[in-house]
């Protein structure tokens, strides 16, 4: 098993905070009652960035974006100790920027109060993951298996500390963007609804990779469909409307969708699978929406293309640099390489 390439040339790397806002309390802060809050102030609701530029980078920046119970350090390695995105990027030559949404990981400081109660759920997330049908792997599943394998892939998971807000963690990814320039952004899962937020306002976004994305998917005014049923654990699906001048934004960059494999096409009494059944479907109609007005969006369903086994966490599956590869030459059909 590969586990590390050669070595890699870093010219430049580090790490910043991205958007988010000032509380200022009132009155007049005294060294006397210092743990009184009056009169001081809590910088919150920023998103966290590290950076690494790798020697000859070309021109535009990706940037990642984790989904629900991630940071960006689900892209650094993956459970089994193999290169992660953040790697195999830098080693295909772009400068790699990943994000820890506010209220999330390195980026904790929230704004608003919130709870974190310990709740016993990894069976759940298991099935919804496609990982499975708890406690059995599918046959053909490409997540790392074995026990510190298994216990890598969980201890990555980590709560909010206030509640997720996709127009908050937008603004921290064009915070970034104004300093990354021309940038590509791959989001995750969750990470979709922010994403397609901060590209109907920044032409800096030059295209976006969707790897499953999970929610928030958006529709011109008077267009959202009716929401889908399924037996998915969160109900039924509702796609999001926004203005059409918004949405045909999106008309103006390259996007692509991918997805991975176990996703049943009629409705299936697994909730786990069902879930992803009637997001693929979003998918394929907001796409069919953008290109119908003259855009360049494509939906890859990976068994369609012969690649079977990939779960939620394609760049995580064993076969994650193929995943890559197949990034990497869209991007580069696209002209965003450079």
């Known amino acids: 098993m590969k586990l590390f390439g050669k070595p890699l040339i870093i010219e430049e790397q580090g790490s910043f905070a991205a958007g988010g806002r000032v509380i200022h309390e009132k009155g007049t802060y005294s060294g006397d009652h210092a743990l ?12 966290y960035v590290f950076y690494q530029i790798p020697a000859k ?23 089994d100790g193999r290169e992660g995105f953040q790697t195999i990027f830098l080693r295909k030559g772009y400068k790699v920027y990943l994000m820890d949404q506010p209220r999330r990981g390195r980026a904790g400081s ?14 759940l997330w298991f099935d919804i993951f496609r990982f499975g049908h708890y406690p059995r792997y599918f046959e053909n599943v490409q997540i790392p298996r074995g026990e510190e394998a298994e216990n890598q892939f969980w201890r990555k998971v980590t709560p909010n500390t206030g509640a997720f807000d996709p127009v908050l963690t937008a603004d921290a990814l064009l915070e970034t963007v104004n300093r ?14 922010p994403g397609w937020l901060a ?13 499953e994305p999970g929610v928030g998917f958006v529709f011109p005014k008077g267009e959202v469909p009716p929401p889908l049923p399924s037996s998915s ?22 996007i692509l969708m991918l ?17 992803w059944r009637v997001r693929l479907k979003e998918a394929r109609l907001m796409a069919d929406a953008i290109n119908r007005r003259g855009g360049d969006a494509k939906v890859l369903h990976l068994p369609e293309i012969g690649i079977y086994g990939n779960t939620h966490f394609l760049f995580e599956d064993k076969n994650n ?18």
Request: hydrophobic content about 35%.
């Open 180 to 193: 990354t320039g021309n940038t590509i952004l791959i989001t995750h899962s969750q990470g979709a609804s």
């Open 233 to 254: 654990p969160f109900g039924a699906l509702k796609g999001v409307e926004v203005s059409t001048e918004d949405f045909e934004k999106l008309t103006a960059i390259p």
């Open 321 to 338: 640099e193929d995943i890559a590869d197949i990034m990497d030459r869209w991007i580069q059909e696209k002209g965003l390489g450079e």
């Open 259 to 275: 997805f991975g494999d176990h996703i049943p096409e009629k409705p299936s009494p697994h909730g786990g699978e069902d879930n």
């Open 36 to 47: 009184s809050p009056e009169g001081q102030e809590k910088h919150v609701d920023h998103g």
């Open 110 to 123: 929230s704004g608003i109060e919130g709870n974190i109660t310990p709740a016993a759920d990894e069976a």
């Open 57 to 79: 980078a070309g021109k535009n920046a990706l940037l990642f974006l984790h989904g629900a119970g991630q940071s960006g350090a689900c892209f650094e390695t993956t459970p």
């Open 199 to 211: 590209a109907m306002k920044n032409a800096k976004i030059k295209g976006i990779i969707a790897l």
